[in-house]
């Protein structure tokens, strides 16, 4: 069965500072991954997708994410965190194919300090 | 830039009573999902739904959960007979396979549930 672990449920970076926030997933099968980010009282927002074409993925607001096979990892990463940032991040798994369910991890709350 | 609707956005009710969550997905979107996610918890697959029937569902679906497109536009979670337990924030999300980008779920603000 596939599932997502995500290390961390508590991020605190400086602002400007590197920020690593972490996913690691089991899957039988080839999965599509995604980073979603939420903002206090808001939806879930897409910030990338992995669908095994290339292997780093750049999403939206500078982030990306490395999908890699052999470590089962797929980390977000952003070179220079900026105050906008703070917010809470969800790695997915998405199940049995393109139209599957999505099964998430825990969340990461990333906080960024001025 | 389209999105999905949920409302409303905030819903107290009474133990045993019915509640109806409304959606309006993205509107060429042909699939469509419920997801909760309880205070403190991780997001939780509910339910998905496809050409007017139901696609898949996970075990917390179960006979008190009913789904439905009642037009062209809405889509609805109803649950028969709330317990305390259902209090969550209830995500409504759709997707488009025809587009080539079928992996994307995109989601509403979704509809914090309350049951006292």
């Known amino acids: 069965a596939q599932s997502v672990t995500q290390l961390g449920s508590h991020v605190s970076v400086s602002e400007g500072a590197l920020v690593l926030l972490r996913c690691n997933y089991s899957s039988s099968v080839p999965p599509y991954l995604f980073w979603y980010v939420q903002y206090p009282n808001q939806g879930l927002q897409l910030l990338l997708k992995?669908?095994?074409?290339?292997?780093l993925v750049k999403g939206i607001n500078g982030f990306e994410a490395e999908f890699k096979k052999s470590e089962t990892s797929f980390h977000l990463t952003k070179p220079s965190a900026h105050m906008s940032d703070a917010a809470e991040y969800f790695c997915a798994v998405s199940v049995g194919g393109s139209q599957g369910n999505l099964i998430f991890g825990k969340g990461t709350k990333l906080s960024v300090k001025p | 830039e389209p999105e999905v609707t949920q409302t409303p956005s905030h819903q107290v009710t009474q133990m045993g009573q019915e509640v109806i969550l409304r959606c309006v997905p993205i509107s060429n979107h042909l699939y469509f999902y419920w997801y909760r996610q309880i205070l403190g918890q991780k997001v939780e697959f509910l339910v998905s739904?496809?050409?007017?029937?139901?696609?898949?569902k996970s075990e917390i679906f179960d006979d008190q959960f009913s789904v439905e497109r009642p037009d062209g536009s809405n889509f609805t979670l109803k649950i028969r007979s709330t317990k305390l337990e259902d209090s969550a924030m209830y995500f409504c999300?759709?997707?488009?396979?025809?587009?080539?980008?079928?992996?994307?779920?995109?989601f509403g603000p979704g509809t914090r549930l309350l049951v006292l």
């Open positions: 992995y669908t095994s074409a290339a292997t």
């Open positions: 999300a759709s997707s488009d396979w025809t587009s080539g980008s079928g992996e994307t779920q995109y």
């Open positions: 739904f496809y050409n007017n029937e139901i696609s898949e």
